[in-house]
């Protein structure tokens, strides 16, 4: 009989990567495909709110805890004129949308998507054109949404029938301005200066805002690393996140290449945070860049069905990944990249929320139900706020073809101090094998085992639908606590939460 394949890992309170913000487990809905028409907004729905809003949708949004929500876009805000989504619905324009070559119909607009993150218990993102438009309109969308009173678009606001200012936090300077498909794409230096003098416009009419310049749509722009570090000289001191975006998939069907992207991911962002510190040093600043990985997700199995898309026509199914098994355990493998790099990414979103490369589909007028990347998501953000610790980790490893060293055992912790919970996020990669792991956990005196979610299947290519659902975890997972040790029993290709606490 072959011998079990063994991993180790020591946990220790000490050993602190940083305070998770909780933005860290945001999401994304941009006016594309069916995310808000048929999956957050349905006015014939049976239920529906009065204003439309999908309460089925909504639920699964709660379940998930999502903090916050970046809006309207993506590809799409480059275009947007955001003074054609409020007012009186029946009296906004219908306009051609070009990044994903549709028709607009402005149901939806800023006051609605303010109405609905309040129903859902999250916080707005906002994104700010810079593409066709710049810093008029985006000061002015500013003082529409948070200042009080007594200003020209604060008032129009008021009289909107929004009498209190939406009080929005977060708000990002463009979106992907380094690519080319970008409507009013941008040189570095092109944007960099405009992103400078829209942050400083943004903060004379409100100081408490926190902003988000484009970093690259992805590690393989070519203009990726060089991107960062203009936009940087420009914008260092007015800004305070610099964005990453990146999309992965399992084109060539190598599963287990596939489930070591995440080493790349990691690359990814030590190479913005070496940037970021680059520039630092150069301007002798004092401040220290936080990084907003404000996309990301699996997104490649509706690319073929999108060519056959035609175009002009309103909310048709855009980019409507149906995700499988193996997808989840990669989504599992990114938030735990993302929660071992809290102390300098502190935000993030998985692209997107609702139908549109998401964890929530939804029929229109019928049902609405998980994908299977639903569950690692919703396990760490409910589970993972705290403070990230370092896991050290010996593990068996393995080559793939792009990698080489991935180890089989991929883990995150987080160490709820005030809740005094510990969790123990982990993947075994191994796609034959099960792992047994030791962990050490001797500083955690007095912790006990509370609960074992696995997520496992034996179909990689398994996925959920409106019918059937087979991909969902249990909570039978096989571990035990003893003197100080965690042992745990990981079967192949499994995703785990351990929760333990006193
Ligand atoms: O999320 C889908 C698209 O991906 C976004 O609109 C864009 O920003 C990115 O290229």
């Not at 860290?24 to 995310?35: C, D, K, W």
């Not at 998930?64 to 955001?82: D, E, H, K």
């Amino acid at each position: 009989m072959a011998e079990q394949l063994k991993a180790r890992m020591t946990v220790d309170r000490e050993f602190k990567i940083g305070e998770i913000d909780k933005r860290l487990y945001g999401s994304f809905i941009e006016h594309l495909g069916r995310a808000v028409y048929g999956g957050i907004y349905e006015v014939d729905h049976p239920d529906s709110t009065e204003e439309g809003f999908r309460t089925d949708v909504i639920e699964l949004v709660k379940e998930l805890q999502v903090p916050i929500v970046r809006y309207p876009g993506g590809n799409m805000v480059s275009a947007y004129n955001w003074e054609d989504g409020v007012g009186p619905i029946s009296e906004r324009p219908k306009k051609l949308e070009l990044a994903w070559r549709v028709i607009e119909p402005n149901y939806v607009g800023t006051n609605e998507f303010a109405e609905w993150a309040r129903l859902a218990d999250t916080e707005v993102m906002m994104a700010v054109n810079l593409g066709t438009r710049g810093i008029d309109a985006a000061r002015n969308l500013l003082e529409y949404c948070n200042h009080p009173k007594g200003s020209y678009w604060s008032d129009l606001r008021r009289n909107h029938g929004y009498k209190e200012p939406h009080k929005i936090k977060t708000w990002c300077l463009g979106n992907e301005m380094d690519g080319p498909w970008q409507v009013g794409h941008k040189t570095a230096n092109e944007y960099g200066r405009l992103a400078l003098e829209t942050a400083k416009a943004m903060r004379l009419v409100d100081p408490s805002i926190e902003l988000v310049a484009c970093g690259s749509s992805s590690a393989q722009m070519p203009t990726f690393p060089e991107w960062e570090a203009t936009i940087l000289d420009h914008t260092y001191e007015e800004v305070d996140y610099l964005s990453l975006h990146q999309y992965y998939g399992n084109r060539s069907g190598d599963t287990a290449n596939y489930l070591a992207k995440t080493l790349e991911m990691n690359d990814f962002i030590k190479t913005v945070v070496a940037t970021c510190d680059y520039i630092k040093a150069k301007k002798r600043s004092k401040k220290t860049m936080h990084l907003s990985f404000d996309e990301w997700n699996v997104w490649f199995h509706s690319n073929q069905a999108d060519r056959e898309i035609e175009p002009w026509s309103v909310a048709p199914p855009q980019l409507e990944d149906v995700y499988t098994f193996e997808d989840a355990l990669l989504v599992g493998s990114i938030l735990m990249t993302l929660v071992r790099n809290a102390d300098r990414v502190k935000m993030a979103c998985m692209a997107q929320l609702v139908n549109v490369i998401a964890p929530i589909m939804t029929e229109t007028g019928g049902s609405a139900w998980r994908q299977t990347i639903f569950y690692p998501y919703m396990h760490v953000s409910v589970f993972g706020r705290g403070t990230s610790l370092h896991p050290v980790i010996s593990s068996p490893k393995y080559d793939s073809k792009e990698f080489t060293d991935v180890p089989y055992l991929d883990s995150a912790v987080v160490w709820n101090e005030e809740k005094d919970e510990l969790t123990i996020f982990m993947l075994n990669r191994h796609l034959e094998e099960g792992l047994e792991v030791n962990v050490d956990i001797r500083s955690f005196e007095e912790y006990k085992l509370k609960e074992h979610i696995v997520l496992e299947n034996d179909d990689l290519k398994a996925v959920n639908t409106a019918i059937s659902q087979p991909v969902k975890p249990h909570t039978n997972g096989h571990s035990t606590v003893n003197d100080g040790y965690l042992q745990v029993q990981a079967p192949k290709a499994s995703w785990h939460v351990i929760r333990l606490g006193k």
